[in-house]
């Protein structure tokens, strides 16, 4: 698991300016007069508190769900500053997306920013499938959201000897304090496990002083279009939509990064 969940005030600031994921699932379950939401991995709760705001507005409830203390807490930081009708629709849980199980079925679950990609085994994948399901009411989603795989960045992996190219992909100031976060990348391919190593180097600056580094070593598991299709309809959903984007355009060529939505058969 990545490091930088025991570091949220800087998870948060990687994410500055990042809007059209929580515009996405926001107008998602208001267009989809959802009555309870529940987020698997909610992190920071990014997406949770805007979500558990127009849940005030729009008449559902929220739960976000996450297996890292240090993320929850700056949830719930987030949470304790939101109106009291927002407050009154948000729990957030300490679990684990592969065997939660709450009480009350839910209408919407979803998976955002790339958050199944840390688990690594199909049987742990399949876990989290299953309890989506066993979560969902009949007709209920479930929305997972991924990364594309990225072949040119793959490339390298396949050069003799290999080459790993280091490129910065992130640089953010969070201006109120003067802090700096700049972020280098390197991704190893591994296509016989079908997952990459990806490692983030971490330099943090107040002003023009480095004040920090750090690295940040994980694996990521990297889901093709057609697998992510079979995980759906092996665990009995049916697939309702696919996109390539947050502005609900067809997935392509170009698209980097695919939103799959199943429905739970009203049957089922
Ligand atoms: C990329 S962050 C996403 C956080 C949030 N959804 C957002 O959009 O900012 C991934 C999150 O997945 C959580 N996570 C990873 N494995 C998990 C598991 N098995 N169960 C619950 N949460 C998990 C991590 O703790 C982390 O907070």
């Given amino acids: 698991m990545s490091d930088i969940y025991r570091r949220p005030d800087e998870y948060d600031l990687e994410h500055v300016g990042d809007e059209?994921?929580?515009?996405?699932?926001?107008?998602?379950a208001r267009s989809l007069h959802s009555k309870s939401v529940l987020e698997l991995a909610c992190g920071t709760g990014r997406i949770t508190v805007p979500l558990a705001e127009e849940g005030a507005r729009s008449g559902f409830s929220v739960v976000g769900l996450d297996s890292e203390g240090d993320m929850l807490k700056q949830a719930r930081k987030k949470a304790a500053q939101m109106p009291a009708a927002a407050r009154k629709r948000l729990l957030l849980v300490h679990g684990d997306m592969r065997k939660w199980h709450g009480r009350d079925p839910f209408d919407l679950v979803v998976v955002p920013c790339a958050s199944i990609t840390h688990l690594l085994a199909l049987e742990d994948q399949l876990e989290v499938w299953r309890r989506a399901f066993q979560n969902l009411a009949p007709g209920g989603r479930f929305v997972v959201e991924t990364v594309m795989p990225n072949f040119s960045a793959y490339?390298?992996?396949?050069?003799?000897?290999?080459?790993?190219?280091v490129e910065i992909d992130r640089d953010v100031t969070d201006e109120p304090r003067k802090i700096r976060l700049i972020r280098r990348r390197t991704i190893t391919y591994l296509p016989y496990e079908q997952r990459t190593q990806i490692r983030f180097l971490y330099e943090k600056y107040h002003r023009k002083s480095l004040v920090e580094s750090y690295i940040d070593d994980f694996e990521s598991h990297v889901y093709f279009p057609r697998e992510l299709r079979l995980l759906f309809l092996h665990t009995g959903f049916e697939i309702e939509d696919l996109f390539g984007d947050y502005n609900r355009r067809p997935?392509?060529?170009?698209?980097?990064?695919?939103i799959m939505i199943g429905k739970k058969p009203a049957d089922g």
């Fill in 251 to 258: 997935l392509r060529a170009s698209s980097q990064l695919m």
């Fill in 155 to 165: 490339a390298d992996s396949f050069a003799n000897p290999p080459r790993t190219l």
């Fill in 20 to 28: 059209e994921d929580v515009i996405f699932y926001v107008s998602l």
